[in-house]
């Protein structure tokens, strides 16, 4: 699969990602061959970039399905330190980048990063060692809170949303959060739920990621967060 065959229905910006990684169609088949809690080596880019996701020797996540959003997922295990590196190819040493992802934490109670930087001290969306937290950190708090406040279970499912043009900009679920300029917006290379520069691991699971090197307009954002 490749971003130059977007299935019907998909909205046709994502021939414009950089990365997408989708739970739905981990190994670029279908999942056809894929069983439920099966280890998973490599999440494999649907954008057509090769910037696939690889797991640590050891430290694989399993693929499994999760009966709150009825979707296939992948799910991290904290205990275990799981763990994916995303290819050093995507690499976003720039500050005008748009980046979404579908993730929960599967124990609220042993919270930590989710979306990460290798490089500096970056995150989106999941956060936080003593208890679940959501935000946009660009070494310097774009925004966050605690998730226990505002979502009768911790454990919900979250579409985050960073945006950065300079100012940088976070949505949850479709709605904006904060916007600033609170620090250097650069990810540069990216890590899943473990393999970052701060070793805050979590009991998680992502459905789906989306990278985008470059600003989308509303209608675009729109498409993305609801199709």
Known sequence: TDNTSIPSGVPSV?????????????DGEGNTNLKDGQFISEWI??????????AIIGNEPIYTSDDLIMRNVIKFNQSNL???????????????????LIERYNNFNLGGRGLQSRDNNWLLGLWGNSGGKFG?????????????????????WHLA????????TLYENGK????????SGKPKRLAINGGGQYSEYSDSSFAEIIVFEKELSDEERFQVNYY
């Open 176 to 183: 904006l959060v904060a916007t600033g300029n609170y620090g």
């Open 45 to 54: 880019d649907l954008s057509g970039n090769t910037n696939n996701a690889v």
């Open 136 to 156: 946009f950190y660009v070494n310097g708090w774009v925004g966050g809170y605690d998730i226990v406040s505002n979502y009768s279970s911790n454990n919900s």
């Open 82 to 100: 799981d763990t994916m590196l995303i290819d050093d190819n995507l690499n976003i040493q720039h500050e005008n980048y748009e980046i979404f």
């Open 161 to 168: 949303n960073g945006k950065s043009t300079g100012v940088e």
């Open 14 to 26: 994502l021939t414009d990602a950089k990365l997408w990684l989708d739970a739905s169609n981990v």
